[in-house]
């Protein structure tokens, strides 16, 4: 079986740099993502980690330790509208493509 | 590109009756569908994987007579909630896998439907 977690809620301030961790025990690791979901949306991609290492896409990076079955996600120049719950998910070798979702990270940030 | 719909948006019905929700791929191909539930405050609960001209694959404790699923084109999946009781109130969001991209975006999200069983 599967079991992601993350950490439930975090605060941050406005222009503050914020690290949301997801860790996972899974069986055949096939690669691991990120999402954004806005409340009453669906989620959006936001990143992806098959490697171990470090993926920078603008304000948001991953990384990824398969070794430790760590992931984060780094959240730089934080701006209000980055209030959101953000999801991390595995993909398991031979699922189908399947992903399985972790508890998801609600994220508020103030001024 | 890669926009996955969904109808209805929202959808209130009365416990006991049955509700359709639809999963369209727009400008692709889907030979794989996903339909997951996801209630308050949690995260999102694959419920199936429905395969095109095949039958669906459901998840353990997922009530396969309940939630009728039929993937009978390569741009349609449907979800039937049958005799629908306030439980079953979610919202339940499909995502579509492009056929023959094996890169990190291969799963598309619906905007998800929001049910309420009164």
């Known amino acids: 079986g599967q079991n992601i977690d993350q950490p439930t809620e975090m605060t941050a301030t406005e222009g503050a740099i914020v690290q949301i961790n997801c860790t996972y025990q899974t069986s055949g690791f096939n690669g691991l993502f990120w999402y954004q979901q806005h409340a009453g949306e669906a989620p959006t991609f936001l990143s992806y980690n098959v490697l171990d290492g470090l993926e920078e896409k603008g304000r948001f990076s991953s990384f990824l330790s398969r070794s430790k079955g760590y992931s984060y996600l780094l959240l730089k120049e934080l701006q209000m509208k980055d209030s959101a719950s953000y999801l991390c998910?595995?993909?398991?070798?031979?699922?189908?493509?399947?992903?399985?979702f972790g508890t998801g990270t609600q994220l508020k940030v103030e001024l | 590109g890669a926009v996955v719909s969904q109808h209805p948006s929202w959808v209130i019905c009365k416990s006991g009756t049955s509700v359709k929700i639809e999963c369209r791929s727009l400008?692709?191909?889907?030979?794989?569908m996903f339909w997951y539930r996801q209630f308050p405050k949690q995260s999102l609960m694959l419920m199936a994987t429905s395969n095109e001209g095949s039958k669906a694959t459901y998840e353990q404790g997922v009530e396969k007579d309940k939630f009728l699923i039929n993937h009978a084109s390569l741009t349609l999946s449907t979800l039937t909630v049958t005799s629908a009781h306030p439980e079953d109130s979610s919202f339940y969001i499909c995502?579509?896998?492009?056929?023959?991209?094996?890169?990190?975006?291969?799963?598309?999200f619906g905007p998800g439907t929001r049910l309420t069983v009164t």
């Open positions: 998910a595995v993909r398991r070798a031979g699922g189908g493509n399947k992903l399985t």
């Open positions: 995502s579509a896998r492009d056929r023959g991209w094996e890169g990190p975006y291969e799963q598309y």
């Open positions: 400008d692709f191909q889907a030979t794989t």
